[in-house]
């Protein structure tokens, strides 16, 4: 099993931005794509940006030139960092890890972007 750990979230102004962490633990030999999905108001999940297979990223149209993933392979962390949010961007954000084992999710959290 994988375990993953998020952090960060809440509310930001329009233009302002936020940073994510997710730490992943326990069998994260089998993962092979890490990132980040989000959920709005009665909408579906739906990717964010990831790393698959190797170093390559994919991002949703929506937020590419305004988020950047990255990690940290020494600490098993991925980040998302956020800038220039918009109104739109408001969701639960899900970290999650995709493997042989998996998928696994982790419990989300709330990022509000409002004035």
């Known amino acids: 099993q994988v375990q993953l750990v998020e952090s960060g979230g809440g509310l930001v102004q329009p233009g302002g931005s936020l940073r994510f962490s997710c730490a992943a633990s326990g069998t994260i030999f089998s993962i092979n794509t890490m990132g980040w999905y989000h959920q709005g108001p009665g909408k579906e999940r739906e990717l964010v940006a990831a790393?698959?297979?190797?170093?390559?990223?994919n991002y949703a149209d929506s937020v590419k030139g305004r988020f950047t993933i990255s990690r940290d392979n020494a600490k098993n962390t991925v980040y998302l960092q956020m800038n220039s949010l918009k109104p739109e961007d408001t969701a639960v954000y899900y970290c999650?890890?995709?493997?042989?084992?998996?998928?696994?999710w982790g419990k989300g959290t709330l990022v509000t972007v409002s004035s």
């Open positions: 790393f698959t297979s190797g170093i390559s990223t």
């Open positions: 999650n890890a995709q493997g042989s084992l998996g998928p696994f």
